[in-house]
């Protein structure tokens, strides 16, 4: 088994464990959900800020090795994928991705045009 999926099996058989000590009635099933989602979660964030951080660099090293590159572009598609479910935008992933890398976060949520 992978060890990524056994520190997951490991980490929801805790917290069942810890609520079904603590004499909480959650199935086991709530647990692993609120588990998935954490992790996602926590994907997602790291993913944004590896994005709004590193991503250049990690291009500038991709011309040098190939696998930075792959990194850069993997984790872009994992942060504008996340947000692009959650914001529903009317536009194609591909350009919500461009607007995602060019956009400061700062003025995201501002219509704004930049001249």
Do not use: Q
């Not at 479910?85 to 060019?102: D, G, V």
């Amino acid at each position: 088994m992978h060890s990524k999926t056994v520190s997951f099996v490991i980490d929801a058989a805790l917290k069942v464990m810890r609520t079904s000590k603590l004499g909480f009635g959650v199935s086991w099933w709530n647990v692993l959900y609120t588990t998935v989602r954490t992790h996602v979660a926590f994907v997602s964030i790291a993913s944004f800020h590896l994005v709004r951080y590193y991503f250049m660099l990690s291009l500038i090293f991709g011309l040098f090795y190939l696998s930075f590159a792959a990194f850069g572009f993997t984790i872009l598609r994992l942060a504008a994928l996340c947000d692009y479910c959650l914001k529903k935008p009317a536009l194609s992933l591909p350009l919500f991705a461009w607007h995602y890398i060019t956009i400061p976060s700062s003025t995201r949520h501002i219509n704004v045009v930049f001249l």
